[in-house]
């Protein structure tokens, strides 16, 4: 007996920015859809970065699945589907044939079709204990990568119990966005010692298009240490992208 899934949200915005934020990382993923709502996890091709999300149950008009069923999917695919959805549709997703149907909804109705692939993730998150959460408006990342990306390919994060700090540097060129706490772009500072790490600017400039679902986001850092970040929507979303420190040699 086939796998029964449909759901439909009248959101499109939450899955259209989701999945377009995770096309950046991720070609091919497979989402797990259980009673509480669609979730993703996977590692991209390079190993340097992980994805994981969870689009609630609650967040849909409509969620109906039997039992737990995988759908794997090319996300490049997705995201060019998604991406002809309007503000005011309802979106329909339902397993049909081996295949998921994508339906529209608003002033017209559209249709697309798209194969399941065979492919199988288990990924697990990294046990990670970081010392320093940094809640912050995501405008304020926008323009650390902004200005990091006229100076290099890398960017600083650093943080103490009085700021956070986002800097590039390179052929004797410098850039810096210094956010003090107090600001009212630093939400919430948590930090007792000094830490500093460097990241791919590239990797960084692909999660922050999740800044579309919301205004605020949260950093997790630690020193020479990866970092996460993490986009939340009240019993809607949660998506987190966890990322390895480039290495300095010395």
């Given at each position: 007996?086939?796998?029964?899934?449909?759901?439909?949200?009248?959101?499109?915005?939450?899955?259209?920015?989701?999945?377009?934020?995770?096309?950046?990382?991720?070609?091919?993923?497979?989402?797990?859809?259980t009673?509480?709502?669609?979730?993703?996890?996977?590692?991209?091709?390079?190993?340097?970065?992980?994805?994981?999300?969870?689009?609630?149950?609650?967040?849909?008009?409509?969620?109906?699945?039997?039992?737990?069923?995988?759908?794997?999917?090319?996300?490049?695919?997705?995201?060019?589907?998604?991406?002809?959805?309007?503000?005011t549709?309802?979106?329909?997703?339902?397993?049909?044939?081996?295949?998921?149907?994508?339906?529209?909804?608003?002033?017209?109705?559209?249709?697309f079709?798209?194969?399941?692939?065979?492919?199988?993730?288990?990924?697990?998150?990294?046990?990670?204990?970081?010392?320093?959460?940094?809640?912050?408006?995501?405008?304020?990342?926008?323009?650390?990568?902004?200005?990091?990306?006229?100076v290099?390919?890398?960017?600083?994060?650093?943080?103490?119990?009085?700021?956070?700090?986002?800097?590039?540097?390179?052929?004797?060129?410098?850039?810096?966005?210094?956010?003090?706490?107090?600001?009212d772009?630093?939400?919430?500072?948590?930090?007792?010692?000094?830490?500093?790490?460097?990241?791919?600017?590239?990797?960084?400039?692909?999660?922050?298009?999740?800044?579309?679902?919301?205004?605020?986001?949260t950093?997790?850092?630690?020193?020479?240490?990866?970092?996460?970040?993490?986009?939340?929507?009240?019993?809607?979303?949660q998506?987190?992208?966890?990322?390895?420190?480039?290495?300095?040699?010395?």
């Amino acid at each position: 007996m086939a796998d029964k899934f449909k759901a439909v949200i009248d959101e499109p915005e939450l899955l259209k920015e989701s999945i377009n934020a995770l096309s950046t990382l991720l070609t091919e993923a497979v989402f797990k859809v259980t009673k509480s709502g669609l979730e993703l996890r996977a590692m991209d091709a390079a190993n340097v970065a992980m994805a994981d999300m969870k689009l609630l149950a609650s967040a849909f008009r409509t969620f109906e699945v039997e039992k737990d069923i995988e759908i794997a999917l090319n996300l490049s695919d997705l995201t060019s589907i998604l991406k002809r959805s309007k503000g005011t549709d309802s979106v329909t997703l339902e397993l049909k044939d081996n295949q998921l149907l994508v339906e529209m909804k608003g002033g017209t109705k559209r249709s697309f079709n798209l194969p399941l692939l065979d492919i199988k993730q288990d990924q697990k998150i990294p046990s990670l204990d970081f010392p320093v959460s940094i809640k912050i408006k995501t405008e304020a990342i926008e323009d650390g990568i902004s200005d990091a990306e006229i100076v290099g390919d890398a960017v600083i994060l650093e943080a103490d119990p009085d700021s956070f700090v986002m800097r590039a540097e390179g052929n004797n060129r410098k850039a810096e966005v210094r956010i003090e706490k107090g600001n009212d772009l630093l939400i919430e500072l948590k930090a007792k010692d000094h830490v500093k790490s460097i990241f791919p600017l590239d990797y960084l400039k692909k999660f922050i298009k999740a800044a579309k679902l919301c205004k605020e986001a949260t950093l997790y850092l630690g020193n020479e240490y990866p970092m996460k970040i993490d986009f939340r929507v009240l019993d809607k979303i949660q998506l987190s992208f966890i990322l390895a420190p480039r290495i300095e040699s010395e």
